[in-house]
């Protein structure tokens, strides 16, 4: 993104669009983590070590729980009427 495209989007985007696609940024973000998270928890069982297995759980069910908050907030934000 050059100089001017972001200059340019700051004067016309709308602070809505700018959070939306942060908000997108975070989720895509997410959905990455847990793949990733996912492959290293499946190495860690082939090798058997225990805590390398505890501690990519832990992580898978982090990002799996923000993903959740993530879905129900934008769910609440789609029935909210106003």
């Not at 100089?3 to 985007?13: I, Q």
């Not at 959905?31 to 832990?58: E, H, K, M, N």
Request: with cysteine; glycine share 6%; proline share 2%.
């Amino acid at each position: 993104m050059s100089p001017s495209s972001s200059s340019a989007c700051a004067s016309s985007c709308s602070g809505s669009h700018r959070k939306s696609q942060a908000q997108r940024r975070a989720d895509r973000f997410l959905v990455l983590s847990l793949f990733g998270g996912s492959l290293l928890l499946i190495y860690a069982i082939q090798r058997q070590d225990p805590v390398f297995i505890a501690g990519q759980a832990l992580g898978l069910f982090i990002y799996i729980r923000n993903l959740w908050l993530i879905a129900n907030e934008h769910k609440a934000a789609m029935t909210k009427v106003d």
